[in-house]
């Protein structure tokens, strides 16, 4: 339990770095403000939900804006926001650097534990109450 929470936090990081604003705060201290800004960039067609498509391309897009040396992986130095904790369960076949499939798979197991009413999209209000576990968790 207590692991799997935490795993969700790394991918739920990856989502708030998506607001440039946020970028030099925890996940704890994002406003709901921070929160809709990731949220409006993610949601590309603008229905004002999320769905799964939309959630990998904003990690694939995320994941590029962090890449600073372009060599197609996310190491440590690059993430300033990611605990090292976070890092590790993140990075599954261990190799000391993010894949953009290893982001990819994090963001689809985040979002089957965002879409809590499993109707294939992810609303504001889904997004802002899994962030919310995630303060209370900590
Ligand atoms: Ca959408
Ligand atoms: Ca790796
Ligand atoms: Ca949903």
Redesign the pocket.
Known sequence: MRSSLALAGAALSALLLAAPVAAQQQAATVTDEQLRQSFNAADVNRDGAIDIDEAVADAILVFGRFDANRDGFLVLSELPRHSPDRFRRADRDGDGKLSVGEVAADRVYEFFLI?????????FE?VRAYAATLRTAR
């Open positions: 879409d809590t009413n499993r109707n294939g999209v992810m609303t889904e």
